[in-house]
């Protein structure tokens, strides 16, 4: 670091450089607690820019809306400070452009689980109606635990108007869509002709069209084919489809998703081939976001997400009032589902309790979400609800499910008071932005505690004894 370079910015003290761009550069900064972040922050030719301000302002108001397993959370910003800054999620690993670069071309097997994981990427992003406009191999992170999706530095909410300068070009020349550069609007499928060049990338070591200068690159996306020699055969197909010149012939990213083997391979932990596995982190505490980020918490049951990843969406002012709003397409029943006649659910042994190391006691009902940010509660004095971004638990730990229940937007149960969790169906999802809790920690609300902890959550209603426990390997009842 240098001596312009700033000591701390917001709440986070900056310890080294991490990057630099034409935006900015992006630091590697600490909070007291220990939490880590990668903060971008703005050069100051462009911080006086009113139009890059109205830009940047739009980048922070879109990536405060994605949220997904496969893309860094953004943690805070400040789009109005002297030096605008944003911070995300730090992810201790590698780009892909590095790991190709120093390893060569990845196997079949872990280019198929990338595919996967950018494709649900996307749909997170597109969901939140975002475009990336610039998916590469430097902005997919190889984490121990899957693809990370970084830098929405560019990306623009899919609806809003275009602030870029007349005649600009945003994006990597070799990845950029045709459409992008033949001046028409960049949408959802442009990122998946993006996500076709990084696949092909990943499998062979080399760009879709080839290296050169980039107004080469760019005349050779628009007019030749690109050269999917060395795509092995079962993601060849896939790769190609997502690099056709006709945006209306790609696939969603839900089809990618499918097509590469569905739900059932999303990357995990030991996804990657020994030479490329990074160093798993060690857990690390975060707090809440910054409040231009606070997203409304809603109402209090459980809710389990059944296939689709976690969507943060702003709540009413009164926290008893859930969300109404659901993807579009979707058919979400809007009463809760009692079990069917004759379907039980099997008694499980009671999750393990342990004691919480700190207790916070709260008057008023009150969200929260956990450090691994795929976990996030809602709790009132009888009642708790809990969303979790995962759909893929060991079937033999599960309760069985009412058959109404099955690919809605949330697959849910509540408990309350003296009685046992019971399934309903949920169309919405809750996702309390205000205080994260951290690992080892209690939220207290009424007779109802909630402890968040590495493996998950656990809600117990004190005078019953009844609750639950979820993670990303299964949830139980008790």
């Given at each position: 670091m240098t001596a312009p370079d700033p000591r701390s910015v917001g709440p986070f003290t900056i310890h080294r450089v991490l990057g630099e761009g034409g935006m900015g550069r992006v630091y590697l900064g600490r909070t007291r607690d220990g939490r880590e972040a990668a903060v971008k922050v703005v050069r100051a030719a462009l911080a006086d820019d009113p139009e890059f301000r109205a830009r940047f302002?739009?980048?922070?108001?879109?990536?405060?809306?994605?949220?997904?397993?496969?893309?860094?959370?953004?943690?805070?910003?400040?789009?109005?400070?002297?030096?605008?800054?944003?911070?995300?999620?730090?992810?201790?690993?590698?780009?892909?452009?590095?790991?190709?670069?120093?390893?060569?071309?990845?196997?079949?097997?872990?280019?198929?689980?990338?595919?996967?994981?950018?494709?649900?990427?996307?749909?997170?992003?597109?969901?939140?109606?975002v475009v990336h406009r610039d998916l590469k191999p430097g902005n997919?992170?190889?984490?121990?635990?899957?693809?990370?999706?970084?830098?929405?530095?560019?990306?623009r909410a899919a609806d809003a108007t275009t602030l870029t300068r007349t005649g600009a070009v945003i994006g990597t020349p070799g990845f950029i869509a045709p459409e992008v550069l033949t001046h028409e609007r960049a949408g959802p499928a442009s990122d998946v002709f993006a996500l076709g060049g990084v696949l092909l990338y990943a499998a062979t070591g080399r760009a879709p069209f080839g290296e050169g200068e980039a107004a080469v690159l760019l005349f050779r996306a628009?007019?030749?084919?690109?050269?999917?020699?060395?795509?092995?055969?079962?993601?060849?197909?896939?790769?190609?489809?997502?690099?056709?010149?006709?945006?209306?012939?790609?696939?969603?990213?839900?089809?990618?998703?499918?097509?590469?083997?569905?739900?059932?391979?999303?990357?995990?932990?030991?996804?990657?081939?020994?030479?490329?596995?990074?160093?798993?982190?060690?857990?690390?505490?975060?707090?809440?976001?910054s409040p231009v980020l606070a997203i409304g918490a809603v109402a209090a049951v459980i809710a389990l997400v059944g296939g689709l990843v976690l969507a943060l969406r702003t709540g009413s002012d009164d926290p008893s009032t859930p969300p109404t709003t659901f993807p579009t397409g979707l058919?979400?029943?809007?009463?809760?589902?009692?079990?069917?006649?004759?379907?039980?659910?099997p008694t499980l042994a009671p999750a393990t309790t342990?004691?919480?190391?700190?207790?916070?006691?709260?008057?008023?009902?009150?969200?929260?979400?956990?450090?691994?940010?795929?976990?996030?509660?809602?709790?009132?004095?009888?009642?708790?609800?809990?969303?979790?971004?995962?759909?893929?638990?060991?079937?033999?730990?599960?309760?069985?499910?009412?058959?109404?229940?099955?690919?809605?937007?949330?697959?849910?149960?509540?408990?309350?008071?003296?009685?046992?969790?019971?399934?309903?169906?949920?169309?919405?999802?809750?996702?309390?932005?205000?205080?994260?809790?951290?690992?080892?920690?209690s939220l207290r609300v009424g007779?109802?505690?909630?402890?968040?902890?590495?493996?998950?959550?656990?809600?117990?209603?004190?005078?019953?004894?009844?609750?639950?426990s979820m993670s990303k390997g299964a949830y139980q009842f008790f």
């Open positions: 302002r739009q980048e922070v108001a879109a990536a405060s809306r994605v949220h997904g397993a496969y893309t860094a959370a953004l943690l805070g910003a400040d789009p109005d400070a002297p030096s605008p800054w944003m911070a995300t999620e730090y992810v201790p690993a590698p780009s892909l452009r590095d790991a190709i670069g120093e390893h060569g071309p990845m196997p079949a097997e872990p280019v198929r689980r990338l595919g996967i994981g950018l494709a649900d990427a996307l749909a997170a992003i597109h969901a939140a109606g997919v992170l190889l984490a121990h635990d899957g693809p990370k999706v970084i830098d929405f530095g560019i990306a628009v007019n030749v084919e690109p050269d999917l020699t060395g795509v092995p055969a079962p993601i060849a197909s896939v790769v190609r489809a997502c690099l056709d010149r006709d945006p209306t012939r790609r696939p969603t990213p839900a089809q990618i998703r499918d097509a590469l083997g569905g739900d059932r391979d999303r990357p995990t932990s030991g996804w990657l081939p020994a030479r490329l596995e990074p160093t798993p982190p060690l857990p690390v505490a975060r707090r809440r976001l058919s979400i029943p809007t009463t809760a589902v009692a079990l069917p006649t004759g379907v039980t659910i342990v004691a919480p190391a700190d207790v916070t006691t709260s008057p008023t009902a009150t969200g929260f979400s956990t450090p691994s940010n795929n976990i996030a509660c809602y709790v009132t004095p009888n009642s708790a609800r809990c969303d979790i971004a995962e759909s893929t638990w060991d079937p033999t730990t599960i309760p069985a499910r009412p058959a109404t229940c099955q690919q809605v937007w949330g697959d849910s149960l509540s408990v309350a008071g003296a009685d046992r969790p019971t399934f309903v169906c949920h169309g919405d999802t809750v996702f309390g932005s205000g205080p994260v809790l951290d690992y080892g920690r007779d109802v505690t909630c402890t968040s902890r590495t493996s998950g959550v656990e809600c117990k209603v004190g005078s019953s004894g009844h609750g639950f």
